[in-house]
């Protein structure tokens, strides 16, 4: 018995080894001998296919030995079709293609009877009846990606770049990121997906999850837009002849007969959110034979990246008379700091099976999960599974990057790197020190002083610097940190301290428990609408001491979880003392003739009489956060929430003043917010966020409880985007214990408007229109409507905002003004 398990185990491997390993092989290049990357090579008639390599060769799996008639596919060469007669695997079999010869009988110039125009048009009208026919499917998908770096420098900005791991060479050159996906997925248009990867794979990270996904690389040129980013302008959009200038340059047969039209794609307008290069054309049917189109990375509001060129072959089947994507590549140049950046996103599409509809129930939210142990395959299921050969440069990153990866994981090796970074000198009191055991995954960091000096008129000159301990679990994404901050004020002589420990718990619920308690000077607006950089110069330079503060001896716990997909609470509990705090200097930079107003928010000039009295309180929150529709990515590690575009996120929240040392403190509060944001195909962005709320019994609370709302009287700010601040409304002066609603909406065009106009377009910005309203009782609403100009800046780096502001009282002018963006400067908070 025990022999005859073992033939037949020995007998089933064999199989298998044999099975897996059916491939036809071969190199494929050009009459001059150059090898042709992205060719299509699929068995006629089927949807059994893969694409050659940057070398040129492929490898294909095919099920048996016998004739088999192959399909060799690229865009401005000859298809050509062969018959194997396969004998044994592997089997090998190099082919040459021939440049295509494209006829044209007649160039016209005249733009109504332009050829190219009439082929577009009638490929618009039918785009829809085409898309129709391959909308629902199911599918084998594999995709492979690289992303290289070039002479990077041993520094930038005096941070030491380092070898990423031991990816770059001496050069400073090397592979940063090389990974493979296999996955099956079922697609509905316009947006339906359930993908299922099989395996995983990155270069040097054993236990690494691939980013290379079916989610975000369906390009779809039948749609009007394509995602790049921001919506691209499809060549065959319905609006597309108010975009792009055509040329047919030629015509040619494929192997079916079908006379297939090579149109030369042209911009209109350089800065547009638009595409150059080739599509190819079916006569009759319309449809797409393929794309070669590159954009630039300004096209796309990406600075920093310079090209960006998609490539996408169709093939046809005769069974069905179906024109189905089989391959597809994405390759890109950027660079920064005279660092340059190339990659390539190559994806293959098989075993297709084209439904007329699906069930109910075959979609869910769960729109991508991995089968278990898919991140750890071995390199035999690799070489036998993936489509597409590795190339020897791939080749050799795997080999080194595996060994480099071994070695880097031993104890010697991380406990010899840990005695180099931890060295200790002097000047890191100062600059910051951190103690790491890699081993063990934990770090213990100390933050320094230089970092963190700032100035308020309560405090003075002020340090802060902390300690703190943090250990991570790698493989489930779990950790546990804990330390104490320290922070003294020079001119107010008073030392204070916080503490704080918290955990990542479970990382499919996404449930963290956070305790935090301690001393601390405390702005009365706990959103902290002006920095400390901001307020230190704004104090400083113009003596304009926005920034109010108390002082809040606290203690606070706080749990929170997702209950269900979609629903996210936050539950906590908190003890305060609160504190009033005074001006301790006016101490200036530049003079301005000006006094200091007082820390009293609610009267400035009033230096003797504080906002608050000394006061004690309990206060507990329960909030709500609901994503409509909320998608999500399931990996072993975690459960990974996406957005609904379709749904807004709606906020509910009730906190609850108790036990204060007086009754005159206690309330209740209730409170909603509703955001919505929306690409409105190339024209922009759209978003708003409403909030409200109302007190009850809170006639004589303290006034840190009230509703205070994020005003801006810096005329800076370093928020992304404007919908959660007023631009011009001073920090304190609407402050509610009654009720309220606030609304901001913002509008960015995303170059839709700024792109047309001579001159301007020259800018490469964007057109930002923003509108910010308060209403409360006993007053006319306060309204902000502002237009403004964003990514503005100097060659790649576009990080500054300008926007023009006017404001309303009612009907009432209250006042106007430019207000800056400055996003950087929230990196050096």
Same mark, same amino acid.
């Given at each position: 018995m025990?022999?005859? /398990?073992?033939?037949?185990?020995?007998?089933?491997?064999?199989?298998?080894?044999?099975?897996?390993?059916?491939?036809?092989?071969?190199?494929?290049?050009?009459?001059?001998?150059?090898?042709?990357?992205?060719?299509?090579?699929?068995?006629? #008639?089927?949807?059994? &296919?893969?694409?050659?390599?940057?070398?040129?060769?492929?490898?294909?799996?095919?099920?048996?030995?016998?004739q088999?008639?192959?399909?060799?596919?690229?865009?401005?060469?000859?298809?050509?079709?062969?018959?194997?007669?396969?004998?044994?695997?592997?089997?090998y079999?190099?082919?040459?293609?021939?440049?295509?010869?494209?006829?044209?009988?007649? =160039?016209?110039v005249?733009?109504?009877? $332009?050829?190219?125009?009439?082929?577009?048009?009638?490929?618009?009208?039918?785009r829809?009846?085409?898309?129709?026919?391959?909308?629902?499917?199911?599918?084998?998908f594999?995709?492979?990606?690289?992303?290289?770096?070039?002479?990077a420098?041993?520094?930038?900005l005096?941070?030491?770049?380092?070898?990423?791991?031991g990816?770059?060479?001496?050069?400073?050159?090397?592979i940063?990121?090389?990974?493979?996906? =296999?996955?099956?997925?079922?697609?509905?248009?316009?947006?339906?997906?359930?993908?299922?990867i099989?395996a995983?794979?990155?270069?040097?990270?054993?236990?690494?999850?691939?980013?290379?996904?079916?989610?975000?690389?369906?390009?779809?040129f039948?749609?009007?837009?394509?995602?790049? @980013?921001?919506?691209m302008?499809?060549?065959?959009?319905e609006?597309a002849?108010?975009?792009?200038?055509?040329?047919?340059?030629?015509?040619?047969?494929?192997?079916?007969?079908?006379?297939?039209?090579?149109?030369?794609?042209?911009p209109?307008?350089d %800065?547009?959110?638009?595409?150059?290069?080739?599509?190819?054309?079916?006569?009759?049917?319309?449809?797409?034979?393929?794309?070669?189109?590159?954009?630039?990375?300004?096209?796309?509001?990406?600075?920093?990246?310079?090209?960006? !060129?998609?490539?996408?072959?169709?093939?046809?089947?005769?069974?069905?008379?179906?024109?189905?994507k !089989?391959?597809?590549?994405?390759?890109?140049?950027a660079?920064?700091?005279?660092?340059?950046?190339?990659g390539?996103?190559?994806?293959?599409?098989?075993?297709?099976?084209?439904?007329?509809?699906?069930?109910?129930?075959?979609?869910?939210?769960?729109?991508?999960?991995?089968?278990e142990?898919?991140?750890?395959?071995?390199? /035999?299921?690799?070489?036998?599974?993936?489509?597409?050969?590795?190339?020897?440069?791939?080749?050799?990153?795997?080999i080194?990057?595996d060994?480099?990866?071994?070695l880097?994981?031993?104890?010697?090796?991380l406990?010899s790197?840990?005695?180099?970074?931890?060295?200790? #000198?002097l000047?890191?009191v100062?600059? @910051?020190?951190?103690y790491?055991?890699?081993?063990?995954?934990?770090?213990?960091?100390?933050?320094?002083?230089?970092?963190?000096?700032?100035?308020?008129?309560?405090?003075?000159w002020?340090?802060?610097?902390?300690?703190?301990?943090?250990?991570?679990?790698?493989?489930?994404?779990?950790?546990?940190?804990f330390? =104490?901050?320290?922070?003294?004020?020079?001119?107010?002589?008073?030392?204070?301290?916080?503490g704080?420990?918290g955990?990542r718990?479970?990382?499919?619920?996404?449930?963290?428990?956070?305790?935090t308690?301690?001393?601390?000077?405390?702005?009365f607006?706990?959103?902290?609408?002006?920095?400390?950089?901001?307020?230190?110069?704004?104090?400083?330079?113009?003596?304009?001491?926005?920034?109010?503060?108390?002082?809040? #001896?606290? *203690?606070?716990?706080?749990?929170?979880?997702?209950?269900?997909?979609?629903?996210?609470?936050v539950?906590?509990?908190?003890?305060s003392?609160r504190?009033p705090?005074?001006?301790?200097?006016?101490?200036?930079?530049? $003079?301005?003739?000006?006094?200091? *107003?007082?820390?009293?928010?609610?009267?400035?000039?009033?230096?003797?009489?504080?906002?608050?009295e000394?006061?004690?309180?309990?206060? %507990?929150?329960l909030? %709500?956060?609901?994503?409509?529709?909320?998608?999500?990515?399931?990996?072993?590690?975690?459960?990974?929430?996406?957005?609904?575009?379709?749904?807004?996120?709606?906020?509910?929240?009730?906190?609850k &003043?108790?036990?204060?040392?007086? *009754?005159?403190?206690?309330?209740d509060?209730?409170?909603?917010?509703?955001?919505?944001?929306?690409?409105?195909?190339n024209k922009?962005?759209?978003?708003? $966020?409403?909030?409200?709320?109302?007190?009850?019994?809170?006639?004589?609370?303290?006034?840190?409880?009230?509703r205070?709302?994020?005003g801006?009287?810096?005329?800076v700010?370093?928020?992304?985007?404007y919908?959660?601040?007023?631009n011009?409304?001073?920090?304190y002066?609407?402050?509610?214990?009654d009720?309220?609603?606030?609304?901001?909406?913002?509008? $960015?065009?995303?170059g839709f408007?700024?792109?047309?106009?001579?001159l301007?377009?020259?800018?490469?910005?964007?057109?930002?229109?923003?509108?910010?309203?308060?209403?409360?009782?006993?007053?006319?609403p306060?309204?902000?409507f502002?237009?403004?100009l964003?990514?503005?800046?100097?060659g790649?780096?576009?990080?500054?905002r300008?926007?023009?502001?006017?404001?309303?009282?009612?009907?009432?002018?209250?006042?106007?003004?430019?207000?800056?963006?400055?996003?950087?400067l929230?990196?050096?908070?």
């Amino acid at each position: 018995m025990k022999n005859q /398990l073992f033939y037949f185990l020995a007998f089933f491997l064999v199989g298998i080894s044999f099975v897996a390993n059916a491939q036809v092989k071969g190199k494929i290049t050009d009459e001059k001998g150059e090898p042709l990357p992205f060719v299509s090579i699929y068995i006629e #008639n089927t949807y059994i &296919g893969t694409t050659s390599n940057e070398n040129g060769f492929y490898e294909l799996n095919v099920q048996n030995k016998e004739q088999v008639k192959l399909v060799f596919q690229y865009l401005g060469y000859k298809t050509q079709k062969h018959i194997l007669n396969i004998t044994k695997f592997p089997f090998y079999f190099d082919i040459i293609l021939e440049e295509e010869n494209y006829n044209l009988n007649e =160039v016209i110039v005249n733009s109504k009877d $332009n050829p190219a125009n009439a082929i577009i048009r009638s490929a618009v009208a039918n785009r829809k009846k085409n898309a129709e026919k391959t909308a629902r499917f199911t599918a084998d998908f594999y995709s492979r990606g690289i992303f290289r770096m070039k002479n990077a420098p041993k520094k930038i900005l005096g941070q030491e770049v380092g070898d990423f791991d031991g990816a770059l060479d001496s050069t400073g050159s090397g592979i940063l990121y090389l990974s493979e996906t =296999v996955s099956k997925i079922t697609f509905q248009k316009p947006d339906k997906l359930k993908e299922r990867i099989i395996a995983s794979k990155i270069s040097g990270k054993s236990n690494g999850f691939s980013y290379n996904t079916a989610q975000a690389t369906s390009y779809d040129f039948y749609d009007n837009s394509v995602e790049l @980013g921001i919506n691209m302008i499809s060549p065959i959009a319905e609006n597309a002849f108010a975009y792009y200038k055509y040329t047919l340059e030629g015509t040619f047969y494929d192997d079916n007969k079908n006379l297939i039209n090579r149109i030369k794609v042209t911009p209109k307008r350089d %800065a547009e959110p638009v595409f150059e290069g080739y599509i190819f054309i079916v006569e009759d049917s319309w449809a797409i034979y393929g794309i070669d189109l590159t954009t630039k990375g300004y096209r796309m509001k990406e600075e920093f990246l310079d090209d960006m !060129n998609l490539k996408q072959s169709f093939s046809y089947n005769t069974s069905n008379a179906l024109w189905a994507k !089989n391959s597809q590549s994405l390759t890109f140049e950027a660079g920064a700091f005279g660092i340059k950046f190339n990659g390539k996103f190559t994806y293959v599409y098989s075993n297709y099976d084209f439904k007329e509809q699906f069930e109910k129930k075959t979609f869910s939210r769960e729109i991508l999960s991995f089968e278990e142990e898919a991140n750890k395959k071995d390199s /035999l299921y690799w070489k036998t599974m993936r489509p597409i050969p590795l190339t020897e440069e791939e080749s050799n990153d795997y080999i080194r990057k595996d060994s480099i990866q071994t070695l880097r994981k031993s104890k010697p090796y991380l406990d010899s790197i840990d005695a180099k970074n931890n060295k200790f #000198n002097l000047l890191k009191v100062l600059s @910051g020190y951190s103690y790491q055991n890699s081993m063990e995954d934990w770090t213990l960091r100390y933050d320094g002083v230089l970092k963190l000096i700032h100035f308020n008129t309560v405090q003075g000159w002020h340090i802060s610097t902390g300690l703190s301990y943090i250990k991570r679990n790698e493989e489930t994404r779990k950790y546990m940190n804990f330390g =104490v901050n320290f922070n003294y004020g020079f001119s107010e002589e008073r030392f204070r301290t916080t503490g704080f420990f918290g955990m990542r718990l479970n990382t499919k619920t996404n449930s963290f428990l956070n305790i935090t308690g301690g001393s601390k000077a405390a702005q009365f607006n706990s959103s902290n609408p002006i920095s400390n950089l901001i307020n230190t110069i704004s104090t400083l330079g113009f003596e304009d001491n926005y920034m109010k503060l108390y002082e809040s #001896n606290f *203690t606070k716990a706080a749990y929170q979880q997702e209950v269900i997909n979609g629903l996210y609470v936050v539950g906590s509990l908190e003890y305060s003392e609160r504190k009033p705090l005074f001006n301790t200097t006016d101490y200036v930079f530049i $003079n301005q003739s000006k006094v200091y *107003t007082s820390n009293n928010p609610l009267d400035p000039d009033d230096y003797l009489n504080p906002a608050i009295e000394k006061h004690n309180l309990f206060k %507990a929150n329960l909030n %709500a956060r609901i994503n409509f529709g909320q998608e999500y990515l399931s990996r072993p590690d975690g459960k990974f929430n996406m957005r609904n575009e379709k749904y807004p996120t709606l906020f509910v929240g009730y906190e609850k &003043g108790f036990a204060g040392n007086e *009754t005159g403190y206690n309330y209740d509060f209730i409170a909603g917010r509703l955001y919505y944001e929306k690409t409105v195909g190339n024209k922009g962005s759209f978003a708003i $966020n409403l909030k409200g709320g109302k007190f009850f019994d809170a006639e004589t609370i303290s006034f840190v409880d009230y509703r205070h709302f994020n005003g801006n009287q810096t005329h800076v700010s370093t928020a992304d985007r404007y919908l959660n601040e007023f631009n011009l409304m001073p920090y304190y002066s609407y402050s509610t214990n009654d009720s309220y609603m606030e609304t901001h909406i913002e509008h $960015n065009f995303e170059g839709f408007i700024m792109n047309k106009i001579p001159l301007l377009n020259k800018l490469k910005s964007t057109m930002v229109l923003g509108y910010h309203q308060l209403a409360i009782p006993h007053t006319k609403p306060y309204q902000e409507f502002s237009v403004g100009l964003d990514k503005l800046g100097f060659g790649k780096f576009k990080m500054l905002r300008v926007d023009y502001v006017r404001s309303y009282n009612g009907s009432a002018y209250l006042g106007d003004g430019v207000m800056f963006g400055m996003k950087f400067l929230g990196v050096l908070e």
